[in-house]
């Protein structure tokens, strides 16, 4: 019969390990969770009094809150997780390789190889172990193969698949109401008692016929798919407003009576400048090397169209404002509010607004910059390695970091909404207006601002999908 789970140590205490396991502490107090990372600082965060935690995420202090001290432990003693536990989650940082074979679409595994090999160096007692960072398909089975060729007597490992779809911004929600939990074991007897171990775990809150049962390699590749799948429907709607730019169709409007098909689905059709964060590019990216290394190369020309079409949708977003403030923004001031891949996070990995900046600056504008949750060091870091032919003194001649929206705006002759936020709807547009040089330009990358009420304020307004100014 399966083992019941009493204990779970989680390797990796980032955006997926991190709110992951603080929602199982709390939906399951009978589970004893310890979180491990060799990040001090990260886990000194999570363990901070004032419950400054290393990761922006609504609804999170209070999980932490709820649970931290009584079945919730953040460590740095990764051995000692390990050695506890009956189950362990394996959520380290897979980037994307940097060198070698595959640099540039290749998922670096490093991270993975180095955890699994301690966790074989280090079990004194049999554990399942769960992949639940985003790996390319069939991982499992390097896993499977470095425990099995490294485990001694009475001490044998079980490997599960276990992918997270939670999205940045609403991570508690997501857990709390998954749609879909999904689990892949080998189908032995042995791979399905594991998968029955972790599903009771998931049982506690999460109902039944949600929680799917697959074969290990079915589950790797749905993560793919289903990121793949969800940041094709951007780029399809991204190219469509390409479109609508050139004839005077109106993308929301397109894509809300497309959406009311219930074949399509209303979700993740809203046009933007660009996807951006952690996943969509590297997953895509991930799927493109694996179609290479399968020899189906047209495979993957199709699902690396939809990165292209993305770089595609930030540069020309880039091109129209400089195209509509008369062909050139050389000296000229410009406000980019938000830096965050979207709204209610502080993650910027990828984000539209890093590619933005870098264009603006080439064509040597200034730029005044201003996110709510983003601290101002990573918006520097994140410059500096966008352009690394520049020291970043010289950036930070151009680079304004303001404090607050309506200091970004001023002065400035146009203002680029590049992050959803919702305080960027409610500004005082006449404050920011009259502080404006004129004629005043709003570029709305998020279709986020009411554009006739600006143009009834005097701003002459274009935003992505819709015919300008
Ligand atoms: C389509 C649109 O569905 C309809 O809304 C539009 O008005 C006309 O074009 P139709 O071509 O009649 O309708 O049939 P549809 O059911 O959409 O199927 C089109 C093709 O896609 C068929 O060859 C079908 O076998 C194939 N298909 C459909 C798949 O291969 N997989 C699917 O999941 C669905
Ligand atoms: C995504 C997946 O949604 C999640 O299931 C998976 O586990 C991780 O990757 P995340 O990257 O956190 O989550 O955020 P998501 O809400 O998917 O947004 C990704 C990007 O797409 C953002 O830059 C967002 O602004 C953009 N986006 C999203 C659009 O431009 N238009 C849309 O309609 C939806
Ligand atoms: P994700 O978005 O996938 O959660 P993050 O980079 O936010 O990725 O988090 C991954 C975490 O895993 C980092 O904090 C990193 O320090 C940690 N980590 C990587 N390798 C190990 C390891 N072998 N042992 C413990 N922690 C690790």
């Not at 979700?267 to 964060?277: I, Q």
């Not at 910059?369 to 060091?377: F, I």
């Not at 303001?402 to 936020?421: F, G, K, P, Q, Y």
């Not at 005082?428 to 404006?436: E, F, G, I, R």
Request: net charge negative.
């Amino acid at each position: 019969s399966p083992v019941e789970v009493k204990k779970i140590c989680c390797i990796g205490a980032g955006y997926v390990g991190g709110p992951t396991c603080a929602v199982i502490a709390l939906k399951c107090p009978h589970i004893q969770v310890t979180i491990v990372d060799l990040n001090q600082s990260r886990i000194d965060a999570w363990n901070s009094e004032d419950f400054s935690l290393p990761i922006y995420e609504p609804g999170l202090d209070d999980v932490v809150k709820a649970c931290r001290g009584r079945n919730l432990f953040f460590s740095t003693d990764v051995n000692k997780g390990i050695q506890e536990a009956d189950l362990i989650f394996v959520s380290v940082n897979t980037p994307t390789k940097k060198n070698g074979v595959g640099a540039g679409y290749a998922a670096d595994l490093n991270y993975i190889e180095l955890a699994t090999r301690q966790i074989a160096a280090v079990a004194t007692s049999s554990k399942i172990v769960v992949e639940k960072s985003t790996v390319p398909c069939r991982t499992a089975e390097s896993m499977r193969t470095i425990l099995e060729a490294n485990s001694k007597p009475n001490c044998r490992f079980d490997i599960l698949s276990n992918p997270e779809f939670l999205a940045e911004g609403t991570a508690i929600d997501d857990l709390f109401n998954p749609d879909r939990v999904l689990i892949g074991s080998l189908q032995t007897p042995e791979g399905i008692s594991a998968c029955a171990s972790l599903t009771a775990v998931y049982a506690n809150w999460v109902a039944k016929e949600r929680i799917l049962n697959v074969g290990l390699w079915s589950s790797e590749l749905t993560k793919l798919a289903a990121n793949a799948m969800l940041a094709q429907r951007i780029s399809s709607i991204n190219a469509l407003s390409a479109i609508c730019e050139a004839t005077g169709a109106n993308i929301d409007e397109v894509a809300h009576a497309v959406g009311y098909d219930s074949r399509v689905g209303p979700k993740f059709l809203k046009a933007s400048v660009g996807f951006g964060g952690s996943c969509f590019q590297k997953d895509i990216l991930n799927l493109v090397y694996l179609s290479e290394s399968l020899h189906l190369p047209e495979v993957a020309a199709y699902w690396r169209q939809v990165v292209e079409m993305n770089e595609y949708q930030k540069n020309r977003f880039s091109k129209r404002v400089v195209d509509t403030l008369f062909n050139t923004i050389t000296g000229k001031r410009i406000a980019v509010l938000g830096f965050a891949f979207k709204a209610d996070t502080g993650d910027t990995r990828e984000s539209a607004a890093i590619t933005l900046i870098k264009n603006f600056l080439n064509e040597t504008a200034y730029v005044n910059v201003y996110d709510p949750k983003v601290p101002h060091e990573q918006i520097w870091q994140d410059l500096q390695e966008a352009i690394p032919n520049k020291p970043l003194e010289t950036i930070q001649k151009q680079v304004t970091l303001s404090a607050s929206a309506m200091d970004a705006c001023l002065n400035a002759e146009a203002v680029v909404i590049a992050t959803e936020w919702k305080e960027f709807k409610e500004i005082d547009w006449q404050t920011v207006y009259d502080s404006m040089k004129k004629p005043a330009f709003v570029f709305d990358g998020r279709l986020l601002v009411d554009a006739d009420a600006l143009r009834k304020i005097g701003f002459k307004v274009t935003s992505i999908g819709r015919g300008g100014v």
